[in-house]
């Protein structure tokens, strides 16, 4: 299965916690199509995750049935009929979309499986401080401070791993209102979507709950945390 040449298929790429939603949220905003999504406030993410339900309940799955889950990615990936099937119909139901996206931070694990019958998938990336993130799961989740910091590796690694494969517009998710909206207007211009600008931004700096902790970084996670930044609009 591959899209038709006038159909143009968009996928969300970053991290828990790193602003996956307000990239979402704003590419909504100018008029990309996301179908049914959970868009109800809740208390980590008060415009809601943007998220297709059956796609994270379908790759929530995928994860458990390969041997591990979101915050313990497994070494390979095992699409099943099953898993496979939800994905088709997912596209398949997108078909009379111009243009159309998903997002959900476990596709950074599962995306191979999305270019096999899409190819043609293009990719927006979003990434985040660290620290800010570890944070964020540490207390959210209760893991300890080293399972999250290898959790923010293992997604951020792959995020950097498909951007040499794919070459797609990379930001970085800020606290400043104004940085983020220029941030955003970046974005939307690579993407070929500037001229759909809504009247009202998506993003309000209400959104970005955590200030940046102090905690000491392992020299590898700094060195991913500055290629990303090498490479932020």
């Known amino acids: 299965m591959s899209t038709p040449s006038s159909n ?49 309940y379908m790759q929530e799955d995928l994860l458990n049935k390969s041997g591990g889950a979101w915050h313990s990615p497994p070494k390979t990936i095992e699409w099943q009929p099953m898993h496979k099937a939800v994905r088709d119909l997912f596209i398949e139901s997108r078909a009379p979309q111009s243009i159309w996206a998903f997002k959900d931070p476990r596709s950074l694990l599962t995306l191979d499986g999305w270019f096999d019958v899409l190819p043609e998938l293009e990719c927006a990336g979003i990434f985040r401080h660290p620290a800010e993130v570890i944070m964020s799961i540490h207390k959210r989740n209760e893991f300890s401070l080293e399972k999250c910091e290898a959790i923010w590796c293992a997604y951020n690694e792959r995020l950097l791993d498909y951007h040499r494969q794919h070459r797609f517009p990379i930001m970085e998710f800020l606290g400043d209102e104004a940085m983020m909206g220029s941030s955003f207007r970046k974005m939307m211009e690579a993407l070929g979507l500037s001229a759909h600008a809504p009247e009202q931004a998506f993003f ?25 930044q090498s490479l932020a609009l």
């Open 8 to 56: 143009r298929a968009i996928t969300v790429l970053g991290m828990h916690r790193s602003g996956t939603s307000a990239l979402a949220g704003t590419l909504r905003a100018h008029g990309v199509y996301f179908g049914q999504v959970l868009d109800q406030g809740i208390r980590h993410n008060p415009k809601g995750l943007q998220e297709a339900p059956s796609i994270l």
């Open 204 to 228: 309000e700096a209400s959104m970005r709950h955590q200030d940046r902790p102090s905690i000491e970084l392992s020299p590898h996670t700094t060195d991913v945390y500055a290629a990303l």
